[in-house]
């Protein structure tokens, strides 16, 4: 099914007159761009260009390759055709970015891709949802088959996974972990929590500065 051209929108971002490097941040199922406030705070004093779309609808009612498809329009729009620039995903914005790199050719303008609490083999939670994005994220579901299938090809980007063993919204907690690239773990209490713990922004920061 063909996605409605819906641009998707997101806080300000700073214009390219600086060259910056961009990083894109990508939202999970029930957010909205605010919740990357504080990374993108720290990003920007590190010296980054941060963009941020809203993808709607975020509740997983729509699919996740066409909300991929979404922010392919929100790149093209926002960034030079031939700018380089990297992509930080929040649990199902990891699956959202990794569509993007695996299927929309982002892999030939990515440099890294990073996953934060991302549901790369499914989670339990998705079943007590119906919609068709909730049934992309349930263990072996055709969606996730078919991006595993050739999950090695994150390696043309610096890709890295970084998740906690405690997370209730990601079951078992240890499907955020791909098998490729950097696998780092916080022992941080709460899903959400991922992206206000301190370790987890340096290490972002660490990441994209490589």
């Known amino acids: 099914m063909t996605s409605t051209a819906r641009q ?10 600086t060259k910056a490097r961009a990083v894109v941040l990508v939202h999970g199922i029930f957010d909205t ?10 990003l920007k004093e590190r010296g980054f260009r941060t963009l941020a779309p809203d993808l709607a609808p975020s509740s997983g009612s ?3 390759d066409q909300l991929a498809e979404q922010l392919q329009r929100f790149i093209e729009s926002n960034l030079a055709a ?7 995903g929040f ?6 970015g ?21 549901p790369h083999h499914g989670t339990l939670v998705a079943y007590s949802l119906g919609s068709r994005g909730a049934k992309q994220m349930r263990p072996g579901s055709a969606f996730l088959q078919d991006l595993n299938r050739d999950a090695t090809s994150l390696r043309q980007t610096k890709f890295a996974s970084l998740w906690t063993p405690f997370d209730l919204m990601i079951v078992p907690a240890h499907s955020s972990r791909l098998g490729i690239g950097e696998e780092i773990k916080f022992h941080v209490l709460l899903h959400p929590w991922m992206l ?10 660490r990441l994209l500065s490589a």
């Open 82 to 88: 031939e700018e380089r620039f990297d992509i930080v």
């Open 8 to 17: 998707p929108i997101g806080f300000p971002f700073v214009p390219d007159t």
């Open 196 to 205: 206000r713990d301190e370790r987890c922004l340096g290490t972002v920061m």
């Open 91 to 96: 649990s199902m914005g990891g699956l959202i």
């Open 98 to 118: 990794r569509y993007y790199v695996q299927r929309l050719g982002g892999s030939q303008r990515v440099g890294h891709l990073i996953t934060i609490s991302a």
């Open 33 to 42: 761009s605010k919740i990357f406030a504080r990374m993108a705070h720290r």
């Open 62 to 64: 729509s699919g996740l």
